[in-house]
């Protein structure tokens, strides 16, 4: 049993939780400060992580049996738990319903809009999976899915949208988009052999580089722009310049005739950030509210 769940946590990746997880957090604490001047329970914080867990569970999930044939193909991939035969589609299909039951047992919990808009994320989840079939934006509709997490935190809280929130998701969508754009690198020539679409398949990696590094300038434009249309100061400054000199250094150390340091630049660099952002965030709401 022990053995099988850590097939599971392996195929769902779940260390790379910790990319959204802060944001959605984050989401949570910016909404109910700016609407209701006060941080969020620890219930709502639960059923966010109850919601998290469900949401990602299922993407993933998705994901590995959609493309349970590309992997199989692709030497960086072929040892996954589908391919690899250590876990079977009706097992997966199987763990990704009990996530998505998850998903909804924590939003009615939540607010009635989360329950409303859960429909939109699960279309989104199942439609990423597809996008690299017919298209180099693949990227951004990765981003546009995965960042409901933090726009879902400030709907959990407020049972709303503002302006507010929806900067606050187009900065993540941008962040993850092009971080993903970086990972994509390294399976540039794989995806041409095989006719998927991507940015470095379709531009080059050198140019996709340069489309990431604009990206996340837009990441670091949308992070500054919160600073001004809410009550957020100067520690939550210093989270936006700390991040910002991550993302510098994600750049660097990633080049088109040398990726050795894309794992360090794609997972190690971006982990830090959310946990950056998450915390100087926390921080300086806490003393807007004491």
Known sequence: MWRKTKIFLEMIKIEHTLFALPFAFMGALLGSVVVFGSLPSWGQIGWILLAMVGAR?????????????????????????IPAGLISSKEAILFIIISFVLLFVAAVNLS?????????????LVFYSYTKRFTWTCHWFLGLTVALA???????????VS???????????FWLAGFDIIYACQD????KQEG???VPSRFGIAKALKIARWCHIVTGSGFVALYFMTELSWFYLLGIIISIALLLYEHLIVKPEDMRRLQTAFFTMNSLLSSVMLVFTLIDLAVLVS
Request: glycine letters at 6%.
């Open 196 to 198: 998927l679409h991507s």
């Open 112 to 124: 009635p809009l989360c329950v409303k808009l859960m429909p939109i994320a699960v279309v989104l």
């Open 188 to 191: 540039a020539e794989f995806d």
């Open 57 to 81: 569970s299922a993407a993933m999930g998705l994901n590995r049996v959609i493309d349970k044939v590309i992997d199989a193909k692709n030497p960086r991939t072929a040892m996954r738990a």
């Open 150 to 160: 933090p726009l879902g935190g400030w709907v959990a809280v407020t049972n709303g």
């Open 163 to 173: 302006w507010t929130a929806i900067v606050f998701y187009v900065t993540i969508v």
